[in-house]
């Protein structure tokens, strides 16, 4: 393979920036850039050290850098590899870039350094889509479950379904090549046990994807609620807790703001309907029909309603909206003098979780995060040990295991010849292949690369 080269730290300036080479001639084309201090021969220095010196071109001194040596094939990518340390100015960055690109490296393509380490078999390809996670992470349950998938968790439970699915195949291939061992109906009945186990794993790694979801996708939360209710201001107070670490996202698929805000660790993309009133300087009924839009895929509806006044035609409006979705009643401007409380009438027939808040002092919040953490069992979630599916091309591919498990089960109720139903349980292995890595096809591998940074 070639040697690329690639920056691996961000845009702009910095203290320090990191230029990363890895390929076969990493070490011939740091010969001809780098002198280091002590002038030490290349070949002399071991892996695993940091050298300082200075990045030389046309005998001038270019920076003053420290340079990490990995030998292969103890690196990242497996292949000799060294990262230059520089000072972190862009056109610094860039000068060493090309000097490396002059004396025979390539520019590294978005994510070339891990699908190197994927290649080479140092990582599978669960655990390189889990690398983007870990970069991308927008709280810490998703940071912590990207690092758990990097580890190799999700990767063991697969390898542990896929050796089920081994055994059952064995117990086929006995079968097939000695039909005196066991009656065909206790050969049958074994098999559909072990296909039963495998259903029942690759199903409870289906369902957590909903789990995984929320952890990395965030709960997609629309605040509706009439105009002046106190959207707006809900919002606002969520936003700028001191807790709260926001993440703006603009100009999404749709034209809506979008802003996610992690508190407690729970990560909500909020969906800034108010802001959108606001931008568009439209009044009145707009709120309504905006909210219809926007409720409707939401994941949690928090419905507003202003306490200091009685519910009119277009309250009852939203309750109607609300009615099948999960759902928070709140009922704001809890600081004046209220004439809206749970004991309603129309309240107490929704049998929905009706909280009191002021947005305005910032009273009740607690109260929300709580509720919002119990309603999506957020505690129940245990990121040391349970498995979470967070990739939908994962959940996909889980899906169409399960399938094959059921006509593999099929066939067998069908009483189809042994061969044709082993030809549906390596189906399910195949499948299974497709999630790490070994049954999968260049486009596929080169999707998921593309998504990557530069220089990771
Ligand atoms: P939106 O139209 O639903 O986005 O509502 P806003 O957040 O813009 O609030 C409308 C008005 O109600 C503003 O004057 C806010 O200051 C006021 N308001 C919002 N929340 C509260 C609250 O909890 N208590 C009081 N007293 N006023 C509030």
């Known amino acids: 393979m070639s040697t690329i080269v690639g920056i691996s730290t961000a845009p702009g300036i910095g203290g320090i920036g990191i230029i990363r080479m890895s390929g076969e001639n990493t070490f011939n084309i740091l010969d001809k850039i780098f002198v280091p201090k002590n002038k030490q021969p290349i070949e002399d220095i071991k892996g695993y050290t940091i050298k300082y010196g200075h990045i030389i071109q046309n005998d001038e001194i270019i920076d003053e850098v420290l340079v990490s040596y990995f030998k292969a094939p103890k690196s990242y990518t497996t292949e000799n590899m060294c990262e230059i340390n520089s000072h972190g100015g862009n056109l610094i960055i860039k000068k060493i870039l090309e000097i490396c690109l002059k004396n025979g490296a390539e520019m590294a393509e978005p994510g070339e350094f891990t699908k190197r380490a ?271 599916i967070t990739n939908i091309r994962h959940k996909n591919i889980i899906a169409k295991a399960i399938e094959n498990v059921k006509l593999a089960n099929k066939a067998i109720l069908d009483s189809m010849p042994i061969d044709i139903i082993a030809i549906y349980i390596k189906q399910i292995l195949d499948d299974l292949g497709e999630i790490t890595g070994e049954v999968v096809t260049e486009d596929i591998i080169n999707e998921i690369f593309s998504k990557f940074c530069l220089g990771k």
């Open 118 to 388: 994927f290649l080479n078999g140092r990582i599978d390809l669960a655990q390189a889509e889990s690398v983007i996670d870990v970069i991308n992470a927008k709280s810490e349950r998703e940071v912590k479950s990207g690092i758990k998938q990097l580890e190799g968790f999700l990767s063991k439970e697969i390898k542990e379904i896929k050796q089920d699915i081994l055994d059952v195949l064995v117990n086929i291939e006995v079968t097939i090549d000695y039909p005196e061992y066991d009656t065909p109906e206790v050969q049958e009945k074994e098999i559909k046990n072990m296909l039963e186990k495998i259903g029942k794993k690759l199903t409870k790694l289906e369902k957590s994807f909903d789990n995984g979801k929320i952890i990395k996708d965030g709960i997609k939360t629309a605040i509706i609620g009439k105009p002046n209710a106190g959207k707006s201001s809900l919002l606002n107070a969520i936003l700028k807790e001191d807790r709260a670490i926001v993440t703006d996202i603009a100009g999404t698929t749709r034209d809506t703001i979008e802003e996610f805000v992690t508190i407690n660790g729970i990560t909500l993309k909020l969906i800034d309907t108010a802001g959108i009133r606001e931008s568009k300087d439209c009044v009145e009924k707009i709120g309504i029909q905006k909210s219809i839009e926007e409720a409707k895929d939401a994941d949690l509806i928090i419905a507003i309603f202003d306490s200091s006044k009685e519910l009119d035609k277009e309250d009852l409006e939203i309750l109607k909206l609300i009615k099948n979705k999960k759902s928070i009643i709140l009922l704001n401007k809890s600081d004046l003098k209220n004439v809206l409380d749970e004991n309603n009438e129309i309240f107490k027939n929704t049998s929905k979780n009706i909280l009191k808040i002021s947005a305005l002092n910032k009273t009740g919040l607690e109260e929300l995060y709580n509720k919002i953490t119990e309603m999506f069992n957020l505690n129940e979630i245990n990121l040391d040990n349970d498995v979470l």
